[in-house]
Nanobody
Framework: QVQLVESGGGLVQPGGSLRLSCAAS????????MGWYRQAPGKQRELVAD???????NYADSVRARFTISRDNAKNTVYLQMNSLKPEDTAVYYC?????????WGQGTQVTVSS
């Protein structure tokens, strides 16, 4: 059973930064890719960024150049560094791990950007 635990969310002012962490139970090298998704109230869940086992990254246009995804295989953890946060970044952020056709999700962490 794979468990993904997100942390690092909270309330931040516009222009501020947060770093989200996703800790996996067991090695993350078994996953083809891991990613961060977000869901704002009344909206569909959307991809924020993902990273393959080889380290290739992909970002949504809305966060490119502001957010950075990274992984530490030794710590079984994936990170999302979020800079220059905007109110429209407010959402619940979810971690996802992909092992072929099997996908695992974390429980989510709330990020609120407000003055």
């Amino acid at each position: 059973q794979v468990q993904l635990v997100e942390s690092g969310g909270g309330l931040v002012q516009p222009g501020g930064s947060l770093r989200l962490s996703c800790a996996a139970s067991g090695s993350i090298v078994r996953f083809n890719a891991m990613g961060w998704y977000r869901q704002a109230p009344g909206k569909q869940r959307e991809l924020v960024a993902d990273i393959t086992s080889g380290g290739s990254t992909n970002y949504a246009d809305s966060v490119r150049a502001r957010f950075t995804i990274s992984r530490d295989n030794a710590k079984n953890t994936v990170y999302l560094q979020m800079n220059s946060l905007k109110p429209e970044d407010t959402a619940v952020y979810y971690c996802k791990a992909m092992a072929g056709i099997i996908h695992y999700w974390g429980q989510g962490t709330q990020v609120t950007v407000s003055s």
